[in-house]
């Protein structure tokens, strides 16, 4: 019903910035809450960032005011603006949604996954 797929993905300096996209297809997801986790090796899976159907946004306490999400449901698409990357924000981040537009911390809410893209901040 919902496809996902991220990209902007890429190598970037500590303290630069990328911008990561998740497009979704097959089904308007407007009315989804759509989430950003990460999961880097050796860590637990990390919700980095959530906006509700309604707009309304969480941050992880470790990339608060360094990231936005933000939605364009005309497009169909969730963006995460990354600013100030640090080396620690290495990881594959992956887009999910949960179809109750509502934000979830746990991973097991969100029903839609995409297949992830490295983000790498280098030294």
């Known amino acids: 019903q919902v496809q996902l797929v991220e990209s902007g993905g890429g190598l970037v300096q500590a303290g630069g910035s990328l911008s990561v996209s998740c497009a979704a297809s097959g089904r308007t997801f407007g009315s989804y809450a759509v989430a950003w986790f990460r999961h880097a090796p050796g860590k637990e899976r990390e919700l980095v960032a959530a906006i509700t159907s309604g707009d309304s946004t969480y941050y992880a306490d470790s990339v608060l005011g360094r990231f936005t999400i933000s939605r364009d449901n005309a497009k169909n698409t969730v963006h995460l603006q990354m600013n100030s990357l640090k080396p620690e924000d290495t990881a594959v981040y992956y887009c999910?949604?949960?179809?109750?537009?509502?934000?979830?911390?746990?991973?097991?809410?969100?029903?839609?996954w995409g297949h992830g893209t490295q983000v790498t901040v280098s030294s």
């Open positions: 999910a949604a949960d179809r109750s537009g509502l934000v979830a911390r746990s991973e097991f809410a969100y029903r839609y």
